[in-house]
T-cell receptor, first 116, second 114 residues
């Protein structure tokens, strides 16, 4: 069954340091997509970055990059030069064929706190 | 461009009452879905739709009903609210079900059932 695992319930990082948020996934499909979302305390879901299973290069969006290791089934989010505004919950999600239909499955999230 | 609009943002219900959470998108997206988020957890899929007239169950469908009479609207109905349905509800849409299309989320609806 498709599953997303985020093993870090919480992380504390000093401002300006880089941070890696872990995400592993389990799927038997060949075609799938991986997403990262940020959820600040206000509650909205903010799209950060996307990686397709057939993409050969790691996705990058500004300070965000996705370290995609297909053989290990991991899709870690790297935030370079962290800022106080990066403090939030971060969710890894996978879209793929689940029980005959395309669905989006979320991990339990990692709460990131950036210290000044 | 309004994106995905959810109403109401906050609602308190008594056990047994019914209500409808509204969701509308103006991007002509085929795929729409409803999620619930409980404290400390990720989002879980309640129901989804791949187009007007087509709906299906997600991971946690019990106690909820949906319909998709138009491309734009995808309301979620709670038939007889229970305290276990206290949660934050998110509506999401994308151009199509699969592929790299960005998934857009509404701002969330905070529901408390007492």
């Amino acid at each position: 069954a498709q599953k997303i695992t985020q093993t870090q319930p919480g992380m504390f990082v000093q401002e300006k340091e880089a941070v890696t948020l872990d995400c592993t996934y389990d799927t038997s499909d060949q075609s799938y997509g991986l997403f990262w979302y940020k959820q600040p305390s206000s509650g909205e879901m903010i799209f950060l970055i996307y990686q397709g299973s057939y993409d050969e290069q790691n996705a990058t969006e500004g300070r965000y990059s996705l370290n995609f290791q297909k053989a290990r089934k991991s899709a870690n989010l790297v935030i370079s030069a962290s800022q106080l505004g990066d403090s939030a919950m971060y969710f890894c999600a996978m879209r793929g064929l689940i029980q005959g239909a395309q669905k989006l499955v979320f991990g339990q999230g990692t709460r990131l706190t950036i210290n000044p | 461009n309004a994106g995905v609009t959810q109403t109401p943002k906050f609602q308190v219900l008594k056990t047994g009452q019914s209500m409808t959470l509204q969701c509308a998108q103006d991007m002509n997206h085929e795929y729409m879905s409803w999620y619930r988020q409980d404290p400390g957890m990720g989002l879980r899929l309640i129901h989804y739709s791949v187009g007007a007239g087509i709906t299906d169950q997600g991971e946690v469908p019990n106690g909820y009903n949906v319909s998709r009479s138009t491309t734009e609207d995808f309301p979620l109905r709670l038939l007889s609210a229970a305290p276990s349905q206290t949660s934050v509800y998110f509506c999401a849409s994308s151009y199509r079900a699969g592929g790299s299309g960005t998934i857009y989320f509404g701002e969330g609806s905070w529901l408390t059932v007492v």
